[in-house]
T-cell receptor
Framework: DQQVKQNSPSLSVQEGRISILNCDYTNSMFDYFLWYKKYPAEGPTFLISISSIKDKNEDGRFTVFLNKSAKHLSLHIVPSQPGDSAVYFCAASLTGNQFYFGTGTSLTVIP | EAEVAQSPRYKITEKSQAVAFWCDPISGHATLYWYRQILGQGPELLVQFQDESVVDDSQLPKDRFSAERLKGVDSTLKIQPAELGDSAMYLC??????????FGPGTRLTVL
């Protein structure tokens, strides 16, 4: 039973444009959300997080939006760069409990 | 820069053999996690340690998998006997605070 879903397995974006990666979750009790970035042959690296008391968190080119009523979060990358090409995982948890990961979205930024 | 170390990076074994993976977390990180990531899927938690104690192993197939963290520092994950369906990436992560986990590079297991 997939509690966190990333319905787009892949996304291609032109360099300089916005990349929007989406994530849906089923458990309304989740209160903490993260995005990880993964390059081939490496482990996931933490990118950005948001707690359920916020609806937006920004860090440089990366912004995460949380819509609790829709149980949806998204990651915006502006402007997209070729080095952003990677697989992006969202993860959700109820504080103190395990994280549930989505299946990932492979982003390709075209120069 | 502190990193989570894992070895080996790649392991090929035949079914019914035993395999073991090692993880050394970032120094000072009390919480250690083992995840399994099947191709095309996200990481799934196998076991979570707080210091030397298991706090969650509900998704660990205990008939063939075992994990230990005897001194509360490094950890070993063992599979015996390995099955074809165990082929996956095994990721170790550690954390100081609950809300951010640092992952190692993983061990890619292929069972033939």
């Amino acid at each position: 039973d997939q509690q966190v879903k990333q319905n787009s397995p892949s996304l291609s974006v032109q360099e300089g444009r916005i990349s929007i990666l989406n994530c849906d979750y089923t458990n309304s009790m989740f209160d903490y959300f993260l995005w990880y970035k993964k390059y081939p042959a490496e482990g996931p690296t933490f990118l950005i997080s948001i707690s359920s008391i916020k609806d937006k968190n920004e860090d440089g080119r990366f912004t995460v939006f949380l819509n609790k009523s829709a149980k949806h979060l998204s990651l915006h990358i502006v402007p997209s760069q070729p080095g952003d090409s990677a697989v992006y995982f969202c993860a959700a948890s109820l504080t103190g409990n395990q994280f549930y990961f989505g299946t990932g979205t492979s982003l390709t930024v075209i120069p | 820069e502190a990193e989570v170390a894992q070895s080996p990076r790649y392991k090929i074994t035949e079914k019914s053999q035993a395999v073991a993976f090692w993880c050394d977390p970032i120094s000072g990180h009390a919480t250690l996690y083992w995840y399994r990531q099947i191709l095309g899927q996200g990481p799934e938690l196998l076991v979570q340690f707080q210091d030397e104690s298991v706090v969650d192993d509900s998704q660990l197939p205990k008939d063939r998998f075992s994990a230990e963290r005897l001194k509360g520092v490094d950890s070993t994950l063992k599979i015996q006997p390995a099955e074809l369906g165990d082929s996956a990436m095994y990721l170790c992560a550690s954390s100081l605070s609950y809300n951010e986990q640092f992952f190692g590079p993983g061990t890619r297991l292929t069972v033939l």
